[in-house]
């Protein structure tokens, strides 16, 4: 009797001893799931910063780290996983590292059930200039118009006076605007015998790259990115350096070894006579007529609110060209070619000691907190 009772006795002690360890299992198991969770929403976090981020970064202590422009480009609240109401991240900078001008650190926290937390910290970095299009409207209501068919705007990233794009390099779109509405608008304006004349990054459905895209706004390039531009010592700075109204002969703007900043403070016209070129950055406050041969390697800003922005003679573009107007008309022989080359020109001319134009931004390290 006394021995039954000793095995009935074994035996409800490793009955017991089963089910701790095996509530125990189910424990590290779904620790073990809500910690993913935690990590994958970390992860998402920091992909989610960094697509916010991306529109353009001059300087991380200017443009992103004070709390007003974090706030503005990410929130101060936590997000949601899509579809999973108890999974959420934050995201904020970094004071320790403190920031540069050329790179910052983020904390990416993802939150999941059973206080599940997971810490993911990067460092962003400037990696190269940024530009939406190869053509870029910044403006809301613009106007496209586009007459011939021998132009080209290509968003494929082209060499300094390459022909063909460089392999394997990352497109950008031929034309871009900041709404859907305004990509619509100029896709529209494109016969079918022109919309082949518009290549870049594919946008689906449509042969023409042309689409929308986070990038400075007008207001930011007339306000802030254009006079840090024109603060710049004289050289490299040249205001009016010919009668803009009449630019005609054989002028020079730049060159590739030595770079400037031209700026002409109204309407601009380069007649047919000549052969005008140019290197670096060159703005123009107004309309910008080329009815002549130009050679530009870097960006072009045209600044007016509601002025056209015409290329009707034999006008060559590496790098890039922003326009603020409300209506664009290209024709003639032209091609702008989008060049990151070009662009990083424009950003290091002599005599400038600072970043002018906006720049990419990549993760640079990570580690997991």
Not at 346 to 365: C, E, F, Y
């Amino acid at each position: 009797m006394v021995f039954a009772l000793l095995v009935l006795l074994a035996i409800l002690t490793l009955g017991v001893a089963g089910l701790s360890g095996a509530g125990f299992g189910l424990t590290l198991s779904n620790n073990y799931r809500t910690g993913v969770q935690a990590t994958q929403a970390a992860e998402s976090g920091l992909v989610h910063a960094v697509s916010n981020v991306n529109v353009g970064v001059v300087s991380f202590t200017t443009d992103i780290t004070p709390t007003d422009k974090w706030n503005a480009v990410f929130g101060s609240s936590a997000a949601q996983m899509p579809g999973y109401s108890n999974i959420a991240y934050t995201v904020t900078p970094m004071t320790n590292p403190a920031a540069t001008s050329t790179n910052m650190w983020i904390t990416a926290v993802g939150q999941a059930p059973g206080q599940s937390s997971r810490t993911i910290n990067a460092r962003l970095g400037l990696t190269q200039p940024f530009t939406c299009g190869a053509i870029d409207l910044p403006s809301t209501g613009v106007d496209a118009d586009f007459t011939g068919n021998s132009f080209s705007i290509d968003g494929n990233d082209y060499a300094l006076g390459g022909t063909s794009p460089i392999a394997g390099s990352t497109p950008t779109l031929g034309i871009s605007t900041r709404t859907q509405t305004d990509a619509s608008t100029v896709l529209g304006a494109l016969s079918s015998g022109q919309q082949d004349n518009v290549a870049g990054t594919a946008v689906a459905n449509q042969v023409a790259s042309i689409g929308s895209c986070q990038g400075p706004s007008s207001d930011r390039i007339r306000n802030t990115i254009v006079p840090t531009i024109l603060a710049q010592p004289s050289p490299p700075v040249y205001t009016n350096p010919v009668d803009r109204r009449n630019i005609n002969g054989n002028i020079t703007l730049g060159t590739v070894s030595s770079p400037q900043i031209t700026y002409f403070d109204g309407d601009t016209t380069i007649k047919a006579n000549g052969n005008a070129s140019g290197s670096g950055i060159l703005i123009v406050r107004g309309s910008l007529t080329i009815q002549g041969n130009f050679d530009f390697t870097g960006l072009v800003i045209v600044d007016g609110t509601t002025q056209i922005t015409t290329i009707t003679g034999n006008a060559t573009i590496y790098g890039a060209v922003w326009t603020t107007d409300l209506s664009l008309t290209v024709g003639g022989s032209a091609a702008v070619r989008y060049s990151t080359g070009a662009l990083s020109l424009a950003n290091s001319i002599p005599g400038v000691t600072q970043t002018l134009l906006p720049q990419r931004v990549g993760v640079l390290a990570w580690s997991k907190g």
